[in-house]
Nanobody
Framework: QVQLVESGGGLVQAGGSLRLSCAAS????????MGWFRRAPGKEREFVAG????????YYADSVKGRFTISRDNANDTVYLQMNSLKPEDTAVYYC????????????????????WGQGTQVTVSS
């Protein structure tokens, strides 16, 4: 059984940084695609960043490109989302997601594609 556990959320001022972690367990994740999504109050869940675990290739939503970085730690089966230059509009619950298939291009955005989800971690950016 795949489990994804996010951590690292919190309250930060605009311009600050946070690093989110997603600890994955229950499988060998080398063939998986890992994604970060977020849901702001009153809005739909949206894609933030994605990474193919084995290749390390990365994909970002335009709204976070240049500010957020997705990475992984193979030894600990953990995926990270480093968030810099945070803005109030980044306030949301952030979710880690995983799917055992090739994901590329516009497929990254399709939340229904992902089979496994974490419980989410709250990020609040004050102005």
């Amino acid at each position: 059984q795949v489990q994804l556990v996010e951590s690292g959320g919190g309250l930060v001022q605009a311009g600050g940084s946070l690093r989110l972690s997603c600890a994955a367990s229950g499988r060998t994740f080398s063939s998986y695609a890992m994604g970060w999504f977020r849901r702001a109050p009153g809005k739909e869940r949206e894609f933030v960043a994605g990474m193919r675990w084995s290749l390390g290739s990365r994909y970002y939503a335009d709204s976070v490109k240049g500010r957020f970085t997705i990475s992984r730690d193979n030894a600990n089966d953990t995926v990270y989302l480093q968030m810099n230059s945070l803005k109030p509009e980044d306030t949301a619950v952030y979710y880690c997601a995983a799917v055992n298939r090739l994901v590329d291009g516009s497929l990254w955005y399709r939340s229904s594609l992902y089979d496994y989800w974490g419980q989410g971690t709250q990020v609040t950016v004050s102005s």
